[in-house]
């Protein structure tokens, strides 16, 4: 009996100002969809963070024929002076390890990385990639003096510290990020304020029922949950949607991100699952508190 | 049944209170006319005994309860021992007579098998039996009124307040709502009727209590309406 009242409160009250319902409906899918976005782009950074923060490195690689290098002299190091760069590598107390990699090592890197673009595979040869020394530090944010000691010595055409690179990627990652995060605040705001004006309308709307309610003796939850419920609905209803949107935005901005600029890692569906899970009761839960705050101006006890 | 202390009631944007120093006891079982002019504060006496309105001063016991000590989780309890019905009728217009009286009971939770056995019974009581599917703007003025007092009765209240409940009806068929009202008051129910209608007050001879300016100005058992406004 309750159930059935309740639920029948509930599709009238939604059916009644069906266009204030849609119109919540959207800006909490918008907002929902926005702040999921902004949190996976952050599971996606710290992610990727952490798993480089281990593996960057900082590579030394050395002159050869093709090296553009002026001091380079489009010469090879003798194996004196790689064991003498190698030997003040290691001496270094920033460097945690040193790993010799030859020009054909590199180019079966290459291939192995690259090889689902078969036509960049193909047209790499030996000795593009000359001979290099990938140096793994300590801390990897101690880069500085290694970088500072390599750059410019004889033999050394050129030292990239991947770090660097990285942090460019990651900078732009936060800042969509965080547009996302300021984007889905503003219209929660907006969602706030449509459901205050939503269960304004409806709590007038249906006036003569509650004035009666509170007459013969209803209980104020039963009162207001049929309200509570309306804003909670509206709120889930936004949240599939924004659930769809997230799904789209797995597939379509972190997917093609990560085949792009290769990560190392993926986020699975599992996490965009929870994500959405969140984004979802965080809806329901606001348009439902938003709800309830409203009736305590608008409907009498 | 109802106790009213020296009750003072001062809403906060009037200077002048709508009750003054108000001693009432209306007993179990009671019927009591409610009668004085417009302002003289009927509906403030009645919307007190709901808790609608705090006193500004004195005590209100209603049914045995001290409505100062009743918190606000409890109100809708007290609520539910009265019934009430209006001048206006105030019955939704979307629903039949059956599910308007259905209603009362449905939103204090009782259970179908029980409304589906009471409501029929009241709907004869008041004099509605076979009408209980028409819809409100089916009915005449009267019938409407029968079925908001099925609504308030639904749920034997312990008291029944009435706020000017002939108010809208043509004088014939007021006398089959009082007739009602007083088949109701013979249940046991307690009955305060706020009016303005000289001649059923003055048939009925029921115990009259007469407010002007706030002030309890008499309180006649067996009573009429009055010199100064009835008679015509």
Known sequence: MRAQFVLQEIWIGLRRNL?????????VAIAMALFGTGVLLKMQVDKSNNYWSDKVEVSIYLCNKMSAN??????EPTQGEKDQIEAQLKAMPQVADVTAETQQQAFQRARERFKDTP????????????????????NPKEYQAVVAQMQGRQGVDQVINERAILEKFFKILGGLQWAAMIIAAIQVVAAVLLVANT???????RRRETGIMRLVGASNLYIQLPFVLEGAIAGLIGGIFAAVLLGFSKVFLLGRLQQNLQFATSLGWLDVIQVIVFAMCFGVVLC?????LTLRRYLKI | MIHFDNVTKVYSHQSRPALQGV???????????????SGSGKSTFLRLILKEERPTQGGIHVAGKDLSKLTNWKIPHLRRRIGCVFQDFRL?????????????????G???RFIRKVVPEVIDLVGLEGKSHRMPDELSGGEQQRVAIARAFVNRPMVLLADEPTGNIDPATSIGIMKVLDRINRTGTTVVMATHDAAIVDAFRKRVVELEDGRVVRDQSRGVYGQAYGGV
């Open chain 1, 19 to 27: 266009t204030m319902t849609i119109a919540l409906v959207v800006t």
């Open chain 1, 70 to 75: 002026p001091s380079c002299h489009k010469a």
């Open chain 1, 119 to 138: 036509g960049f595979s193909d047209t790499i040869q030996v000795g593009d990639i000359p001979d290099s020394f990938r140096v793994k530090l300590k």
């Open chain 1, 199 to 205: 269960i304004r309308l409806s709590a007038f709307n």
């Open chain 1, 288 to 292: 439902a508190l938003a709800s309830f």
């Open chain 2, 23 to 37: 001693n009432v006891a209306v007993e179990k079982g009671e019927f009591v006319f409610l009668v004085g002019p």
């Open chain 2, 92 to 108: 939704l217009p979307n629903k039949t007579v059956n599910e308007n009286v259905a209603f009362a009971l449905e939103v204090i």
């Open chain 2, 110 to 112: 009782k259970p179908r």
